[in-house]
């Protein structure tokens, strides 16, 4: 009965490899997200889904690409990794005008690159 | 883009005593949010206090706002060694996400 979820939890590859990370929530949310901390623990947004649609996209590298086949999931798909990629991506889902915009995250993924 | 900045950075204390954190921000906002994240977890929301309100209580937290400042205050009494983690502010300006500061990182000692 995990709300958000997140696969996988740790994902160690080379340089210049494509990953994908996935998350799910069943909590009915509209809008998800993705963030990333990095080694100092300062948690940044990347992007933001809502009911399938981009409504944010920070200045992120256009290696990566998010996806949301629905509104109860959002990937992350990130191309010809760095070295500087290596951080925790956190995804988040909320519901804004409900509860203030709480938002509800998953487990993490650990992405360290090599 | 960076909006809250926590103070301390680190705090270690012992248990039963009252560890107080602090939050400074930059713009006008909605409301501000305090999350916990336990060492390789996920973060987990904590308190929300709005705009138009000054202080806000739940258990042992109480959460203060001067938006005249822009500053808040976490305050965690009777702390115990389970309260050993790291704690963010989160602002919400109106947009959809959230922007947190850089945590303060709590120690609880037995």
């Known amino acids: 009965d995990t709300a958000v979820s997140q696969t996988p939890k740790y994902l160690v590859t080379q340089m210049g490899n494509d990953k994908s990370i996935k998350c799910e929530q069943n909590l009915g949310h509209d809008t998800m997200y993705w963030y990333k901390q990095d080694s100092k623990k300062f948690l940044k947004i990347m992007f933001s889904?809502?009911?399938?649609?981009?409504?944010i996209n920070e200045t992120v590298p256009n290696r990566f690409s998010p996806k949301s086949p629905d509104k109860a999931h959002l990937n992350l798909h990130i191309n010809s990794l760095e070295l500087g990629d290596s951080a925790v991506y956190f995804c988040?889902?909320?519901?804004?005008?409900?509860?203030?915009?709480?938002?509800?995250f998953g487990p993490g993924t650990r992405l360290t690159v090599l | 883009s960076q909006q809250g900045e926590e103070d301390p950075q680190a705090l270690s204390i012992q248990e039963g005593e009252n560890a107080t954190m602090n939050c400074s921000y930059k713009t006008s906002i909605n409301n501000l949010q305090w999350y916990r994240q336990n060492s390789g977890r996920g973060l987990v929301h904590l308190i929300l206090?709005?705009?138009?309100?000054r202080e806000k209580h739940s258990g042992r937290l109480r959460v203060t706002l001067d938006t005249s400042k822009k500053s808040s205050s976490l305050l965690i009494t009777a702390s115990r060694a389970a309260d050993t983690a790291s704690y963010f502010c989160a602002t919400d300006a109106g947009g959809y996400a959230l922007n947190f500061g850089k945590g303060t990182s709590l120690l609880v000692t037995p």
């Open positions: 889904y809502n009911n399938k649609e981009l409504i």
């Open positions: 206090i709005r705009s138009n309100e």
């Open positions: 988040a889902s909320s519901h804004p005008g409900l509860r203030d915009n709480e938002q509800f």
